[in-house]
């Protein structure tokens, strides 16, 4: 079976900088992705993870270790329209097995 | 470059209808893949195709049912709607849909309601 967890809900100021925490057990693995969710809109893509270490891409960064089943997806620099769900997604079969997503409030 | 392109973007059904729901991946890719989101259950996997071959299925009963053109475009079909398949049908496409960097890209959905 697949085991995505996340935090549900996180809160931070503006201009700062938010960590979201995502541990996984799934029967295989093929990559892990992050995705940005704004309400009633489709998720876009934010990174890709397959090797262990962090990925940066401008104010985001993503970190795997799949020894310890683990990955964060860092925020820097918050910005209100960083206000959205994020989504922690493994890739096993050609299929992404999705967490239930963490809603980020940034507060002015 | 266009992206993933879902038809239609809403439509409302009545229950023990049928529905079918297009996709046009992004141009040169060839895996295609369908999800179901909803508030309760969050993002689920129906099915995955790559060159006009299911590859991989989620749990969802037969009423779901999915194919794939030579063009790698896509359609997904439910039969006899029930009120539960009220939902966002996203699809996705990628070049390969394995690993590798292999990025893998959301259409804007289909939002399906069931009356």
């Known amino acids: 079976g697949q085991n995505i967890d996340q935090p549900t809900e996180m809160t931070a100021t503006e201009g700062a900088i938010v960590q979201i925490n995502c541990t996984y057990q799934t029967s295989g693995f093929n990559g892990l992705f992050w995705y940005q969710q704004h309400a009633g809109e489709a998720p876009t893509f934010l990174s890709y993870n397959v090797l262990d270490g962090l990925e940066e891409k401008g104010r985001f960064s993503s970190f795997l270790s799949r020894s310890k089943g683990y990955s964060y997806l860092l925020l820097k620099e918050l910005q209100m329209k960083d206000s959205a769900s994020y989504l922690c997604?493994?890739?096993?079969?050609?299929?992404?097995?999705f967490g239930a997503g963490t809603t980020v409030t940034v507060r002015a | 470059k266009a992206g993933v392109t879902q038809t239609p973007r809403y439509l409302i059904k009545t229950r023990g209808q049928q529905v079918t729901l297009s996709c046009s991946p992004i141009?040169?890719?060839?895996?295609v893949s369908w999800y179901q989101q909803t508030p309760g259950q969050g993002l689920q996997f129906l099915f995955e195709y790559f060159s006009e071959t299911q590859r991989n299925k989620g749990n969802f009963p037969g009423r779901f049912s999915g194919r794939q053109f030579s063009n790698s475009r896509s359609e997904m079909n439910v039969s006899t709607l029930e009120l539960g398949d009220s939902a966002l049908y996203l699809c996705?496409?990628?070049?390969?849909?394995?690993?590798?960097?292999?990025?893998?890209?959301f259409g804007e959905g289909s939002w399906l309601t069931v009356v």
């Open positions: 997604a493994v890739l096993n079969d050609y299929k992404l097995s």
């Open positions: 141009s040169g890719h060839r895996s």
């Open positions: 996705a496409s990628s070049f390969t849909g394995q690993s590798s960097g292999n990025t893998i890209y």
